[in-house]
């Protein structure tokens, strides 16, 4: 069976975020699980790139066996095939390419249209290449992905107005509190959405704003650009009852809040209400702290529901994208199809080359014999003009009108049929 370029994986569309939550990749267990794939004998995969964010976990391949992809990625999680089945979509060749330039367009978030996940596709063939899985096919395809997204934002409406995570945050912090000046913020994480976030926050001049990180330097780079303090993740239990609003995302693959610290932190808040965001997969604060009075916790997928408010004004822009990506998905298909056409190209090179090395040879033996150039040159020319011509000239015989047409066009001659129908 041959090759084929394929996408399978799950996103916030196929899955709810316990099951996105089970089956992300942790970003310094990429390599190890893109090594794994690729070696797997019963996969066949050759070449791999793996994208894992909070909204999909996605593997992008060039297999033969995308079933046994499946059961890998299972068994990789330690969950059953059937567990994970009627989640995962399974997407080949034409509908893979397109899927592709979809995710990188923004077309198949959650936000419409929304930047950051170009950036994580970035990073993920950054992954693969450090793994050496990112072979010529899928680097193309990514590469040609990156043009399309540029495109799509250049020339449609499709980034404009975004309602970003980050946006909706702050807009459902402020239906607790209508105004932030009073409040203290506290961002757990200093990645690259708690940065966006941290930038939307502090448009609204909140009393304070503190970044708590694993390691005080992260927390501090980032504290710097918003003019925030910094404090160290274990520090968290002694403080959380000082913060109104909380922002969580890490790569932690453990809680970073529990029930009992929450609970602490209400009770020497006396009772004062606590707005909680949890951007993360695997969620960073305990889902059963939603169930408690006066905290108000809210997930990614609760922000869903918001973000789609915005989707409506960027409708339009859809149809030209749309337009783009599919104009860009024939133009790839084409060009994988003359890849599979190479090494036969390489073939009829070499049968070729062999043929008039022969012919050489003998030409040049004759020479040197003393027979006249004229006659050798003449004898040459006939002799490479029959054997180029031989294959053809048989199979010709035993083709229909539709096979023998494709030969004239090859060689470019115009038959007396075609003469005909011009004159009609």
Same mark, same amino acid.
């Given at each position: 069976?041959?090759?084929?370029l394929?996408?399978?994986?799950l996103n916030?569309?196929s899955?709810?975020?316990?099951?996105r939550?089970?089956? %992300?990749?942790?970003?310094?267990?990429?390599?190890?699980?893109?090594?794994?794939l690729v070696h797997?004998?019963?996969?066949?995969?050759?070449?791999?790139?793996?994208?894992?964010?909070?909204?999909?976990t996605e593997?992008?391949c060039?297999a033969?066996?995308?079933?046994?992809? @499946?059961?890998?990625?299972?068994a990789?999680h330690?969950?059953?095939a059937?567990q994970?089945?009627? /989640?995962?979509?399974? &997407?080949?060749q034409?509908?893979?390419?397109? /899927?592709?330039?979809?995710?990188?367009?923004?077309?198949d978030?959650?936000? +419409?249209?929304?930047?950051?996940i170009?950036?994580q596709m970035k990073?993920?063939?950054?992954s693969?290449?450090?793994?050496?899985?990112?072979g010529?096919?899928?680097?193309k395809l990514f590469?040609?992905?990156?043009s399309?997204?540029?495109?799509?934002?250049?020339?449609?409406?499709i980034g404009?107005?975004v309602? %970003?995570?980050?946006a909706?945050a702050?807009?459902?912090?402020q239906?607790l509190f209508?105004?932030?000046?009073?409040? /203290?913020?506290?961002?757990?994480?200093?990645?690259?959405?708690?940065?966006?976030?941290?930038?939307?926050?502090?448009?609204q001049h909140p009393? %304070?704003?503190?970044v708590?990180?694993r390691t005080?330097?992260?927390a501090?780079?980032?504290?710097?650009?918003?003019?925030?303090?910094?404090m160290?993740l274990?520090d968290?239990?002694?403080?959380?009852?000082?913060?109104?609003?909380?922002?969580?995302?890490t790569?932690s693959?453990l809680?970073? @809040?529990?029930?009992?610290?929450?609970e602490r932190?209400?009770?020497?808040?006396?009772r004062?209400p606590?707005?909680m965001?949890d951007l993360?997969v695997?969620?960073d604060?305990?889902?059963?702290?939603?169930?408690m009075?006066?905290v108000?916790?809210?997930d990614i997928?609760?922000?869903?529901g918001?973000?789609r408010?915005g989707?409506?004004?960027?409708?339009?822009?859809?149809?030209e994208?749309?337009?783009i990506?599919?104009?860009?998905?024939?133009?790839f298909?084409?060009?994988?199809?003359?890849r599979?056409?190479?090494?036969l190209?390489?073939?009829?090179?070499?049968?070729?080359d062999?043929?008039?090395?022969q012919?050489?040879?003998?030409? +040049?033996?004759? &020479? %040197?014999?003393?027979?006249?150039?004229h006659?050798? &040159?003449?004898?040459?020319s006939?002799s490479?003009t029959?054997?180029?011509?031989?294959p053809?000239?048989?199979?010709?015989s035993q +083709?229909?009108?539709?096979e023998?047409? @494709?030969?004239?066009?090859?060689?470019?001659?115009?038959?007396?049929s075609?003469?005909?129908?011009?004159?009609?």
């Open positions: 069976m041959s090759d084929t394929y996408a399978i994986g916030h569309l899955a709810p975020l316990a099951m939550e089970r089956v %992300s990749f942790a970003p310094e267990k990429l390599s190890q699980a893109l090594d794994a797997s004998s019963a996969a066949g995969v050759r070449e791999a790139a793996i994208l894992s964010t909070c909204n999909r593997i992008y060039q033969s066996q995308p079933t046994a992809i @499946l059961n890998w990625f299972a990789y330690q969950l059953d059937a994970l089945s009627g /989640h995962v979509y399974t &997407l080949p034409e509908n893979a390419v397109r /899927h592709t330039f979809r995710v990188a367009a923004g077309l978030s959650m936000v +419409l249209g929304e930047p950051q170009l950036g990073e993920a063939v950054r693969a290449q450090a793994a050496g899985t990112l010529s096919t899928l680097n590469q040609q992905s990156f399309v997204a540029k495109e799509v934002r250049s020339t449609t409406a404009a107005n309602v %970003s995570m980050a909706a702050v807009k459902l912090s239906r209508p105004s932030l000046v009073e409040q /203290h913020v506290l961002f757990i994480g200093a990645g690259e959405m708690i940065e966006l976030c941290a930038t939307h926050f502090a448009a009393r %304070s704003i503190t708590a990180n005080l330097e992260r501090q780079l980032l504290a710097g650009r918003c003019q925030a303090q910094s160290l274990r968290l239990p002694q403080r959380l009852q000082e913060f109104d609003v909380i922002v969580s995302c790569a693959s809680p970073i @809040l529990g029930k009992g610290t929450v932190a209400i009770r020497a808040r006396r004062r606590m707005f965001v993360a695997p969620r604060i305990e889902p059963e702290i939603a169930a009075e006066d108000y916790l809210y997928d609760d922000l869903a918001l973000v408010d989707k409506d004004a960027r409708q339009s822009a859809v149809t994208a749309e337009a990506i599919e104009a860009r998905t024939d133009g298909l084409e060009w994988l199809r003359a599979e056409n190479v090494p190209i390489r073939q009829l090179r070499e049968h070729a062999a043929q008039r090395q012919e050489l040879q003998r030409a +040049l033996h004759q &020479l %040197s014999q003393g027979e006249s150039p006659t050798v &040159l003449e004898a040459l006939r490479l029959n054997k180029l011509l031989h053809p000239l048989e199979a010709l +083709l229909g009108a539709q023998a047409g @494709l030969l004239s066009r090859i060689y470019r001659i115009e038959t007396q075609n003469k005909d129908t011009d004159e009609l």
